[in-house]
T-cell receptor, first 112, second 115 residues
């Protein structure tokens, strides 16, 4: 199985502070994704990447930015955290042409 | 754009009873279909997926789903559930295009298996 790790696993931060979440893969998969999970909404796509320095927006991208300077790392940044960004964040990688996706274990972010 | 509707937010069922979790999708192009399971405080695990071929797809843990193109549905079934099946289940679609190839998820169905 493709290795994918997210860090940190849990974070509590104050409103207005910047926060960066990291997604790391141990292989060289091209597509990486950031989702947020909220009750009643399932998982919603924030941003995705299709290669180094190639990123694009998803459906709920406002207030978030991403960067991918290396194939293995995909960073999600909340420039100025708000309480509405309290959520569980999942990273995913697309592992092949057979539409395989692997998800990380998630980061629980609380903005107080 | 595509969308997914999971018609039931919660489904209570007794152990060893059959269960069906409903999923309908909307898309202007052909889609691939998926079911994922999420156990408490864990990530998502693939149960099964439909890419092409037989419309009846068998997955892990005794689950199966049937793709119905005319009804745009992909309902998940299990003939006899166990306590350990208690989890949240997500239906998802991805379109057959060369774009972002991202999954679009439904809002989830919480399956509660009671003894």
């Amino acid at each position: 199985d493709a290795g994918i790790t997210q860090s940190p696993r849990h974070k509590v931060t104050e409103t207005g502070t910047p926060v960066t979440l990291r997604c790391h893969q141990t292989e060289n998969h091209r597509y990486m994704y950031w989702y947020r999970q909220d009750p009643g909404h399932g998982l919603r796509l924030i941003h995705y990447s299709y290669g180094v320095k190639d990123t694009d927006k998803g459906e709920v991208s406002d207030g978030y930015s991403v960067s991918r300077s290396k194939t293995e790392d995909f960073l999600l940044t909340l420039e100025s955290a708000t309480s509405s960004q309290t959520s569980v964040y999942f990273c995913a990688i697309r592992t092949g042409d057979n539409y395989g996706y692997t998800f990380g274990s998630g980061t629980r972010l609380t903005v107080v | 754009a595509q969308s997914v509707t999971q018609l039931d937010s919660q489904v209570p069922v007794f152990e060893e009873a059959p269960v069906e979790l409903r999923c309908n999708y909307s898309s202007s192009v052909s889609v691939y279909l998926f079911w994922y399971v999420q156990y408490p405080n864990q990530g998502l695990q693939l149960l099964l997926k439909y890419l092409s071929g037989s419309t009846l797809v068998k997955g892990i843990n005794g689950f199966e789903a049937e793709f119905n193109k005319s009804q745009t549905s992909f309902h998940l079934r299990k003939p006899s559930v166990h306590i350990s099946d208690t989890a949240e289940y997500f239906c998802a679609v991805s379109t057959m295009d060369t774009g972002r190839r991202a999954l679009t998820f439904g809002s989830g169905t919480r399956l509660q298996v009671q003894p």
